[in-house]
């Protein structure tokens, strides 16, 4: 008789056997992408901006790559290798068209913590003289530099395995408001990291809890010791940069190529330095020597791996959030679709295969992806396109950032967090929406500051499901609706025409982070079926007006005129952000399908939240305080219109 291992075996044999080659090309294509838009990819109307989008974006990856290898604690040429390897990694995997990944400041700052804890600074017994024969650079900054890798090697391991795993799908639980306070706190902490470099002063390395107020005692109680010369760079570095960019903001409509000016301020410092000798004359400090080429391939030390798991996972989940959340918004902005697993093999991927390469932890950048929005990139090849030029600068341009002032590349760092430092706006509109998710917010962004961001992080998931559970139990579930209100007046033979294109959906259950995409996705599956059936039960109820001698008409004539659908918004008890974001794309959705949206038994809560949240139809009413009041609108402007068009026949 067959053991039950030999079974098991011939189980997975016969499976592998089964395997077509139909099935491994699905495969194939479902797992990179770049199978799928790299055949179809129009040359002729993209190429150019594409091209346009690269040159830009490669002198911010050369700039921010700089100065996030510096905020990692490394060698700043590691970073000239972050921004080159996992770009070309994640634009064969990764679905964001838009997605400009790379060395990213919040991975940076996390990495930074297992460099500086298990490679501290303080040792001596690593010089600049005691060569390590790789890139001519100290043994001391080729441990740091593994320290850093090992981490993105593991951070990349967990993303996989999450991939692995399909946790995708519980990305669900990261809202907006967390998101955003995390992502502002973390931004602060960035900016912290950056004040010994512009105000020229020596400050030890400190972490752990309450370090960010620590670091600013330290400073004011050492405030003699800043260097003027480098505190006035900076401040002409910083309105330089925020002057330009904000003028390039003001006219990119009416120019087609923005000034590069990051590329300009280092050029020009660097000439600066160089023809003041500011090292050496003011004391200024600078980049340093800049290796050629690329490294051979390395495998990251694994002795450390134990030791840097608390980063390791820091960096796979901060670094995900944050690159989701931008792969999300180009995906809406431009209207594709980006699968939140697919993003986990991709993210994890940028992390794994670079950390041979002595690569620092990557993810993608807010600045890089509105520059890319910016200068009109239509795909990943404007990414790789920077990674062209950035090869070029790693061959033959890079010794001569030896003499680029640390301040200035501070100051690129502070200014490129703008966008994450503006999201304290978000504030106003959570207060509006929904005050829970304002105070979420606060604590999220407390906790960020006073801990690090995977705290915050995990503080903020926790406090928004604990609060969803409280609030659950107490919303209305069931809404028994009486019909007969408007079914007696609606029975007439001239009616059937117009009314057997409405349909009504009543929401009867609170509309928030949890259950937003489902509804949203079973709305849709109701719209998009032909011949408007005249009833659908899914989780929420449907009506359709018509009487017998309309269910013979052929559904093609259904599509003569708009049609109408209603939201009975009665059984909805509350709502939070997400749920307002999703009706307002309910809405714009239905208009682009010629199709009009009412809200009715709308509270006065849900319609202040709407109004502020987006752009609704200003010429046509879109809340009312009943079915029948609603349809009564819409049949007259029917009417209306029907007489105007025989008016004019």
């Known amino acids: 008789m067959m053991t039950g291992a030999k079974r098991k075996r011939s189980t997975v044999w016969r499976k592998i056997q089964a395997v077509s080659f139909e099935d491994i090309k699905a495969w194939c294509m479902r797992r990179l992408p770049i199978l799928k838009w790299v055949p179809v990819y129009n040359w002729k109307e993209n190429l150019l901006p594409d091209t346009v989008s690269g040159m830009m974006l490669a002198i911010q990856q050369v700039t921010q790559g700089l100065a996030f290898a ?82 993105s090697f593991l951070g990349g391991i967990i993303q996989v395995v999450m991939f692995m795993l399909q946790l995708g799908s519980a990305t669900f639980l990261l809202t907006e408001p967390v998101i955003s306070a995390m992502t502002t706190g973390a931004a602060t902490h960035v900016v912290t990291s950056q004040v010994k470099y512009l105000l020229g002063m020596k400050v030890p390395y400190m ?80 980049v340093g020597n800049i290796p050629k080429g690329l490294p051979s391939p390395k495998a990251p030390p694994m002795n450390v791996l134990p030791e840097v798991v608390t980063e390791a996972f820091g960096v796979a989940l901060v670094g995900y959030v944050a690159s989701l959340a931008l792969a999300q918004g180009s995906a809406k902005k431009f209207k594709y679709k980006v699968d939140d697993n697919q993003e986990f093999l991709a993210h994890g991927l940028s992390n794994v295969i670079p950390s041979f390469f002595f690569c620092i932890p990557s993810a993608a950048a807010m600045g890089r992806t509105a520059l890319l929005y910016s200068t009109g990139a239509k795909t990943q090849v404007a990414c790789l396109i920077s990674c062209v ?28 967090l703008k966008g994450m430092l503006m999201q304290f706006r978000d504030l106003k509109k959570y207060w509006n929406v929904d005050k829970i998710d304002w105070s979420i917010w606060v604590s999220t962004y407390v906790f960020t500051i006073c801990f690090a961001a995977n705290v915050g992080l995990l503080y903020g998931v926790v406090c928004t499901i604990v609060i969803v559970i409280f609030r659950f139990p107490r919303a209305k579930t069931l809404n028994l609706k009486n019909m007969k209100e408007v079914e007696y007046k609606y029975k007439a033979e001239d009616n059937c025409e117009s009314l057997k294109q409405v349909k ?79 009706l307002l794309q309910i809405y714009m959705d239905c208009k682009n399908r010629y199709i009009d949206v009412v809200l009715a038994h709308c509270k006065a809560s849900l319609i202040k939240a709407m109004q502020y949240g987006g752009n609704l139809d200003s010429e046509n009413p879109v809340f009312f305080e009943s079915i029948s009041s609603a349809i009564d609108a819409v049949q007259i402007h029917r009417n209306y219109n029907k007489f105007s068009e025989q008016s004019e026949v």
């Open 389 to 416: 030029l950035i090869l070029v600068v790693i061959y033959t341009i890079g010794p001569l950032l030896y003499w680029l002032p640390m301040c200035v590349l501070a100051s690129i760092i502070v200014v490129g």
């Open 70 to 151: 510096v905020l990692s604690s490394v060698h700043p040429v590691f970073g000239l290798y972050g921004s080159f390897f996992p770009v070309i990694i994640y634009a064969i995997f990764g679905m964001g068209r838009h997605v400009a990944t790379g060395t990213f400041a919040l991975t940076s700052l996390i990495s930074a913590n297992a460099v500086e804890r298990l490679v501290p600074s303080v040792r001596t017994n690593f010089t600049a003289n005691n060569n390590s024969g790789i890139l001519g650079l100290s043994e001391f900054e080729m441990q740091r530099i593994g320290v850093a890798a090992a981490v």
């Open 207 to 286: 972490s752990g809890p309450l370090a960010f107020f620590h670091i600013y005692a330290y400073v004011f109680e050492n405030i003699r010791t800043v260097q003027l010369e480098a505190l006035l760079l900076s401040l002409l570095s910083i309105v330089v940069l925020v002057l330009v960019k904000e003028l390039n903001e003001k006219f990119h409509r009416n120019i087609k190529v923005v000034l590069p000016i990051d590329l300009l301020l280092i050029i020009a410092t660097s000439i600066a330095c160089y023809c003041a000798d500011m090292e050496y004359v003011y004391r200024i400090e600078v």
């Open 504 to 582: 009504i959906v009543s929401v009867n259950s609170p509309l928030v982070f949890l259950n937003a995409r489902k509804f949203r996705a079973d709305l849709l599956k109701i719209i998009q079926k032909d011949g408007m059936s005249s009833q659908c039960e899914q989780n929420t109820l449907l009506g359709s007006f018509s009487n017998g001698s309309c269910h013979g008409e052929l559904v093609q004539s259904c599509h003569s005129e708009r049609r109408l659908l209603i939201l009975d918004c009665s059984g909805l008890n509350f709502f939070d952000y997400t749920g307002v974001s999703v």
